[in-house]
């Protein structure tokens, strides 16, 4: 997680994308709960987001238990495309 290298700056970008994504779907109290109070768990729904973007373009649709809504189409993810 050292920024100073290319996969640390990615996985910053990432991080920043996801997180942004989820706080501006998410009722405030589960944006808390699912991404700020334990960091595995944060880490799990951040790469449930991305496994939710690519699974729809395979026709696939993951279930998250909380139910999540729909994330795929935000546009921040051009911004994760760019990186």
Same mark, same amino acid.
């Given at each position: 997680?050292?920024?100073?290298?290319?996969?640390?700056? @990615?996985?910053?970008?990432?991080?920043?994308?996801?997180?942004?994504? !989820?706080?501006?779907? =998410?009722? %405030?109290?589960?944006?808390?709960?699912?991404?700020?109070?334990? @960091?595995l768990v944060a880490?799990?729904?951040?790469?449930?987001?991305? !496994?939710?973007?690519? =699974?729809? %373009?395979?026709?696939?649709?993951?279930?998250?238990?909380?139910? @999540?809504?729909?994330?795929?189409?935000?546009?921040?993810?051009?911004?994760?495309?760019?990186?």
């Amino acid at each position: 997680n050292d920024r100073k290298t290319p996969l640390g700056e @990615l996985n910053w970008i990432f991080t920043a994308i996801t997180d942004t994504i !989820a706080w501006n779907v =998410l009722p %405030s109290p589960l944006f808390q709960r699912l991404f700020r109070q334990d @960091l595995l768990v944060a880490s799990m729904f951040r790469n449930f987001l991305l !496994a939710d973007r690519i =699974l729809r %373009s395979l026709n696939c649709t993951p279930v998250s238990h909380p139910a @999540l809504p729909p994330t795929y189409q935000h546009p921040l993810w051009e911004a994760w495309d760019l990186a």
